[in-house]
């Protein structure tokens, strides 16, 4: 059994609720199903990214975490609408890179990243509602080439409890984008059940997907406050405001475009028919003009010279 009316919405919670480290359950839970291990959350990390802006709808949060095979890693979680998206979210791990990192520090110390994109709106085309990107090297002249990395000088940025040849993706970061509004499934794996929470706050009673079953806890509206519950609603009447007028907008330029196309197609097709309507004429003259001098016994090369048509033309009048 569920309610829809139980839980909060994820974009409200990650910006008041989940920053706060006795609520981590919650995010580890997410970035455990999306990394396929368990994942410890070490620390919120203090950047420009984590401070409190609520009235902002295209907030971060940044973590530092710990796999079960005990490696650190950052995690990036952005709940972004942006036009240039994919330069936002390549500008947001950029940053997330550079904040580790001190002038003269050795690159070793860069941790990996895992960029997790929540997008409430739409977004591509594709079939799926959930993607994974990573930074693979392939050959140029042989199609079936993976760069690995082996050597000593490049082991240095390779975990130590790889017992393998590591791939680039491995240092690299990689990308995560969930798109919300893309998912109509029936939950029934972890990371369905997950969708389902981020897109109608659906929880189910019986869950046992990481992070879900603190997330039963530490997001019930009925544990807000009346202040919080009055704080929640206007976020919400907001997003629905934005939205909104998000689709006027589009809707009324859409519109707007549609019809300007139309009067220019209009435009264009009474000039083209006119200029056509000249051309045709012209030859229409220049047919019978020809015909005349023909008939005069005008010489070939002086029909040609003065109407501008060709022998073969002339000779089948």
């Known amino acids: 059994m569920t309610d829809n009316s139980r839980y909060v919405r994820f974009d409200w919670a990650i910006k008041r609720i989940l920053r706060d480290k006795a609520n981590k359950e919650v995010l580890e839970g997410l970035i455990t199903v999306l990394l396929g291990q368990p994942v410890t959350i070490i620390e919120m990390l203090e950047s420009e990214s984590n401070k409190d802006?609520?009235?902002d709808k295209t907030n971060r949060v940044d973590v530092k975490a710990k796999t079960a095979a005990g490696e650190y890693i950052i995690v990036e979680v952005q709940l972004t609408k942006e036009r240039d998206f994919f330069q936002r979210i390549l500008f947001g791990t950029a940053t997330t890179i550079t904040d580790q990192i001190n002038i003269g520090q050795d690159y070793s110390v860069i941790k990996k990243i895992y960029s997790i994109?929540?997008?409430?709106?739409?977004?591509?085309c594709g079939e799926d509602y959930a993607y994974h990107g990573v930074t693979t090297f392939r050959g140029m002249t042989k199609k079936d080439s993976v760069l690995q990395l082996k050597t000593p000088s490049e082991e240095?940025?390779?975990?130590?409890?790889a017992k393998r040849m590591t791939m680039p993706e491995e240092v690299f970061p990689e990308y995560f984008l969930l798109l919300v509004s893309h998912f109509n499934e029936v939950a029934t794996t972890p990371i369905e059940e997950w969708m389902e929470y981020l897109k109608d706050a659906v929880i189910r009673e019986d869950t046992t997907t990481p992070g879900l079953q603190a997330a039963r806890e530490k997001l019930a509206i009925m544990g807000m406050t009346e202040k919080e519950f009055r704080e929640y609603r206007?976020?919400?009447?907001?997003?629905?405001?934005?939205?909104?007028s998000w689709d006027t907008i589009r809707d009324e330029g859409w519109a707007e475009g549609r019809a300007k196309g139309?009067?220019?197609?209009?435009?264009?097709?009474r000039a083209e028919g006119r200029a056509e309507g000249r051309a045709e004429g012209e030859r229409h003259k220049a047919l019978e003009l020809a015909r005349r001098m023909k008939?005069?016994?005008y010489p070939m090369e002086d029909i040609i010279e003065i109407t501008g048509l060709t022998a073969e033309t002339i000779n089948s009048l």
């Not at 994109?117 to 591509?124: S, T």
């Open 234 to 244: 206007d976020y919400m009447v907001s997003v629905h405001a934005a939205k909104d």
């Open 117 to 124: 994109n929540i997008l409430y709106f739409e977004f591509g």
């Open 156 to 161: 240095k940025y390779i975990s130590e409890s």
């Open 295 to 297: 008939t005069k016994g």
């Open 53 to 55: 802006r609520f009235d």
């Open 262 to 269: 139309l009067a220019e197609g209009r435009a264009e097709g």
